[in-house]
């Protein structure tokens, strides 16, 4: 299924439980689409989020019964998800350009900006709960392991870091990759973290060791990859800056095929629907696609199981990363670093 938004997306979000997906404009809307398998999505809800810039980041929260959005004007607003209207906005969320929200926990949200800094917050209580500033440059992703309650993120200086929410500090940080790195997910059953980069590379880290990357994997070179969505503890889905959506297995690392191309263009996001069903992706052009995980995965189970009898390597298809090697620090973040001009906070969640 395709939607086409009229504008460039910059974000998705499935809704937790009911078919609905979100996804933030360029033009600083926020739209809302019911979709189903037998019927074309419908567009059910479009909001004015941000007036004066793009609406960045987008995310259900409180269990799906509002919108969080991010936006290059700083601020963090929330809106119901039945009539749009603003129920909280905090004015000055971050000093830099809002980059990315993730769920934490029901009442929790973390968020990144265009500066390097990570902030926790309490979505009831509408307070800041945690800061962490590790990065010299924008956060491009962020993931949680919620049995450690720890927090990761991944910046365009080259860095992983590593957050305890309970001790409010910055655990580790690893030595600088040769690029920047744009996504992050934990696999093998939290024992992995595996790390998308521009120059296309996966890293591979152990839970523990987060100085320096323990493999890489290779084949996806050199097109960078932009978006990672575990499927599974031993595959992810990437989106790469060729456009293709990749099924790659890790340990053995290998790719599994290619299960989509959402265009020519670098698929800037993924998202999983509530029943997993159906995957989202957003690229650099205005259509928003849905593919039927059914079929996408049809072919490479049976190619699965046509393989199993010559299982590759541990190490097939991966390069040793024995050297330190400084960051490239640059060129990825296309024409959407655009913020205003720094400020403080001036409140938390003031309600409207």
């Known amino acids: 299924m395709e939607i086409n938004l009229r504008n460039i997306p910059f974000d998705i979000d499935f809704h937790p439980s009911t078919n609905l997906i ?52 700083c601020s963090i607003l929330a809106s119901d998800v039945e009539t749009g209207s603003p129920i909280a906005r905090l004015q000055n969320a971050h000093e830099d350009a809002v980059n990315r ?25 509408r307070s800041n709960c945690n800061t962490f500033k590790a990065h010299e440059e924008y956060i491009s992703d962020i993931t949680y392991a919620s049995d450690s309650m720890r927090l990761l993120g991944t910046s365009g200086d ?5 957050y305890d929410i ?25 024992h992995k973290v595996i790390l998308g980069t521009q120059n296309g590379n996966l890293l591979l880290y152990s839970w523990g060791s987060f100085e320096d990357c323990s493999d890489r ?16 503890e031993d595959r992810v889905i990437t989106g790469s800056g060729n456009g293709l959506i ?30 997993r069903k159906f995957l989202g992706s957003i690229s650099h052009d205005p259509m928003l696609k849905l593919w039927n995980m059914d079929e996408l995965l049809q072919a490479s189970n049976n190619s699965l199981r046509s393989n199993s009898e010559v299982a590759p390597s541990d190490n097939d298809g991966m390069d040793a990363d024995d050297s330190h090697l400084e960051s490239k620090r640059g060129a990825k973040r296309k024409n959407k670093r655009n913020g205003p001009p720094s400020g403080g906070i001036d409140g938390f969640f003031a309600d409207l």
Not at 53 to 60: L, N
Not at 166 to 190: C, H, P, T, Y
Not at 254 to 266: D, G, L, N, V
Request: hydrophobic letters at 40%.
């Open 22 to 73: 979100t996804v933030g404009l360029i033009n600083g809307d926020l739209h809302v689409y019911r979709y189903s398998p037998d019927l074309l999505p419908q567009r059910v809800l479009k909001v004015r989020a941000h007036l004066r810039e793009s609406c960045r980041a987008v995310r259900f929260i409180n269990e799906g019964h509002a919108i969080a959005s991010g936006s290059p004007d």
């Open 158 to 162: 080259g860095t992983l870091s590593v």
């Open 246 to 275: 990749s099924l790659v297995g890790i340990l053995p690392n290998r790719i599994i095929q290619p299960i989509a191309e959402h265009s020519e263009y670098p698929v800037e996001r993924l998202a999983f629907s509530h029943d």
């Open 166 to 190: 309970r001790k409010n500090k910055v655990q580790a940080q690893s030595e600088f990759s040769e690029d920047e790195l744009l996504s992050v997910v934990i696999m093998k059953n939290g």
């Open 101 to 125: 929200l993730v769920n934490l926990t029901e009442s929790t949200i973390a968020s990144g900006d265009d500066g390097g800094c990570i902030k926790v917050w309490d979505t009831r209580q």
């Open 217 to 232: 994997f290779i084949a996806l070179s050199p097109n960078s990859v932009d978006a990672l969505l575990k499927l599974d």
